[in-house]
């Protein structure tokens, strides 16, 4: 569920208005088309689009924008997430044209991104302060893996299959620690446990690591993001009800939605 959301919300997130010939968004899955699907930012998402591609094939009458935008809604209620009302009405672009119409790379938030960096691409999107917080709140599910980001493969919590305010209580926490990992720059925090063995009296020590990445610790050092990081470490509701239309309008733009939603 966590890859699935990440190919919707790569999808999604790609979209720039002032951009006509390629605009991205969800409308045209030009994500499942190359160049776009083997983007560096897209490294991981290809299996998601060889798992969506039998559902297209056995609903014809669906675009695969469609499917690519609801598997991301669903994936998030299956992770205990909020319920998103979908819309609709989205086409798919020629395979064969996919060089002509896929968006640019570099679009999407980088994972060094700074405070202001990462308002300047909610700023396209037409997404607040708010809702950028919520959005980043998703790396409550999921890892990070070395052969897709270059970054250790280990989780943001301790729950990394639940959509969860636990990636904003831990990201408040004070014990991060920068380190670098094939050349990429990242925070981890570490607990260790030990445990007696009785019958040869030796200790053994078990750790679990957790990662944060330079753009949550933006999150953290940023005086609004951060009140709101801390609004939403106490209330999981609130967090919920923010991510709901913020997910919505990045699933949406430059869509034009049929009447009916799921």
Not at 59 to 79: K, Q
Request: glycine share 8%; proline share 7%.
């Amino acid at each position: 569920a966590p890859r699935v959301f990440r190919n919707a919300f790569h999808a999604g997130g790609q979209y720039d208005p002032a951009d006509a010939a390629r605009p991205g968004g969800t409308n045209g899955a030009t994500i499942a088309l190359a160049p776009e699907r083997d983007y560096e930012e897209n490294q991981g998402l290809q299996v998601i689009q060889e798992l969506l591609a039998p559902i297209k094939a056995r609903h014809p009458e669906c675009s695969l924008a469609d499917i690519i935008a609801l598997s991301g809604v669903i994936s998030i209620e299956e992770m205990g997430g909020p319920s998103i009302e979908f819309c609709p009405g989205r086409t798919d672009a020629d395979a064969s044209v996919g060089p002509a119409v896929c968006p640019f790379a570099g679009r999407l938030p980088d994972a060094h991104d700074t405070a202001g960096e990462l308002r300047q691409w909610g700023s396209r999107m037409g997404l607040t302060d708010r809702d950028i917080v919520a959005l980043s709140g998703a790396h409550s599910a999921g890892y990070t893996h070395p052969a897709v980001s270059g970054f250790p493969n280990i989780p943001w919590d301790d729950t990394p299959f639940t959509l969860d305010k636990r990636y904003y209580e831990f990201l408040l926490m004070n014990d991060w620690t920068r380190q670098t990992t094939n050349g990429k720059t990242h925070w981890t925090r570490e607990e260790c446990t030990s445990t007696r063995s009785c019958s040869y009296c030796t200790v053994v020590t078990t750790c679990v690591s957790w990662i944060m990445l330079d753009t949550d610790m933006a999150l953290k050092t940023d005086p609004a993001f951060r009140t709101i990081v801390q609004e939403f470490s106490n209330s999981e509701a609130a967090f919920h009800a923010a991510f709901a239309p913020a997910f919505k309008l990045i699933m949406d733009k430059g869509v034009p939605c049929t009447s009916g939603t799921r």
